[in-house]
């Protein structure tokens, strides 16, 4: 038996940052991961960082790679109609996002848990979590067919959409609420230079698509697609060709095309499971709630999720006070459901959603064309997208 203060389920980015912020404030934590360590750094996921995260980033002492290889990007674009509207976001707002790949982060979470000698049981199968509405919760576990359990004050559920933590709560206890929408995103990694220095977010009949990056010589590029599209209904040319004929004629023209290094289909959500705090187990990151990728806010909302709990735990342990552990669902929930706005707002704005109506696509239309001319709305949007305040 393993005692700590706080176990961690889930070696994602949020439950390694929420590890090393507590490590740093001397607060002991174990981390379970049911998968290997190389799993979860093979996990293609978003790469665009708000300020606050980066900030956070750096109070964990894991920023500095991030500060040198990272893109920093003042503004995006928004295309319809064949034209391009740029956002300046810097300009706007006085603040910035950064191009950092989440395989990135998570290696650089990783490498500081090892050199600060933190406890993570990576392979850890059958995990259970015991007894959590009482002041000794524990987690039992299995690793190479040994039984092992940890006793713990609190556990921290990061451990995803579908992971244990959650699963954990009865249904009695939670409230979802849920929006699937009617189309997917296929996502491609390339070994080519991005089509532009800032993202390009597309508006078109023949459906959405975003041209992004990874660093000034890989490219992540998605285009809308139908759900039930499969990975070998699109071989490489056929995806460049749509993403050409989706793009301007100056972006189009600059696109370089290679071959694809990975290739996935991701269906969009947009969840929320509410109260985020049940007993002693609090949830935090995609184990609470799920946004469309179109706003950027999966794991930067995971990171206010963090932020907030670790705040609870130092002021614990600190002061025995339990008002932020009270108060976290709240907290977090407020955060949450602007960020669920905005995406879904972002998602309603540039997707060809093939149910619409004729009023309904003069009314997208319409709001393209307010952005495109109105400052405020611009500002609006810039607001959402480099990060609300936590």
């Avoid at 009695?172 to 997917?184: D, I, K, M, N, W």
Wanted: glycine fraction near 8%.
């Amino acid at each position: 038996m393993m005692r700590t203060q706080v176990a961690i389920i889930g070696a994602g980015p949020s439950g390694l940052l929420l590890g090393q912020l507590l490590h740093n404030h001397g607060i002991d934590n174990v981390i379970l991961e049911r998968r290997t360590g190389e799993h979860v750094l093979s996990r293609i996921r978003a790469g665009l960082i708000e300020a606050g995260t980066v900030d956070l980033l750096d109070r964990a002492g894991v920023g500095a790679r991030l500060h040198r290889e990272g893109l920093v990007h003042e503004g995006l674009e928004i295309q319809f109609d064949g034209k391009r509207q740029r956002i300046d976001l810097h300009k706007l707002t006085g603040k910035v996002i950064t191009v950092y790949g989440q395989t990135e982060i998570t290696h650089d979470l990783m490498e500081a848990r090892n050199a600060a000698g933190a406890p993570t049981i990576y392979e850890a199968e059958d995990v259970s979590l015991q007894d959590i509405t009482t002041d000794q919760p524990h987690v039992r576990y299995r690793k190479d067919d040994v039984e092992g359990e940890i006793v713990c004050d609190f556990i921290a559920g990061c451990d995803g959409f579908h992971g244990v933590s959650r699963q954990t709560i009865p249904e009695t206890a939670l409230q979802h609420y849920e929006r699937v929408y009617p189309f997917g995103w296929l996502g491609v990694l390339s070994e080519t230079p991005p089509v532009s220095p800032e993202l390009i977010y597309v508006s078109h009949q023949r459906g959405f698509a975003l041209c992004s990056m990874r660093s000034h010589t890989r490219s992540r590029l998605y285009i809308q697609c139908r759900l039930d599209d499969h990975i070998e209904d699109w071989p490489d040319e056929r995806f460049w060709g749509e993403l050409k004929s989706r793009l301007d004629p100056d972006s189009a023209a600059a696109i370089v095309t290679g071959p694809s290094i990975e290739k996935s289909i991701a269906p969009l959500r947009s969840f929320v499971a509410e109260p985020m705090r049940f007993g002693q187990l609090f949830l935090a990151g995609d184990a609470a709630h799920i946004v469309p990728p179109t706003g950027a806010k999966g794991l930067n909302l995971a990171a206010s999720d963090v932020y907030y709990l670790w705040q609870a735990f130092v002021e614990f342990y600190d002061t025995r006070s339990i008002a932020g552990l009270d108060g976290y669902s709240e907290r977090a929930l407020a955060r949450v459901w602007q960020a669920e706005r905005f995406s879904w707002w972002m998602t309603r704005l540039l997707h060809h959603f093939p149910e619409d109506s004729g009023f309904d696509r003069h009314i997208q239309r319409a709001e393209l064309e307010f952005l495109a001319r109105s400052q405020s709305a611009q500002a609006a949007l810039a607001e959402n997208y480099v990060g609300l305040p936590y």
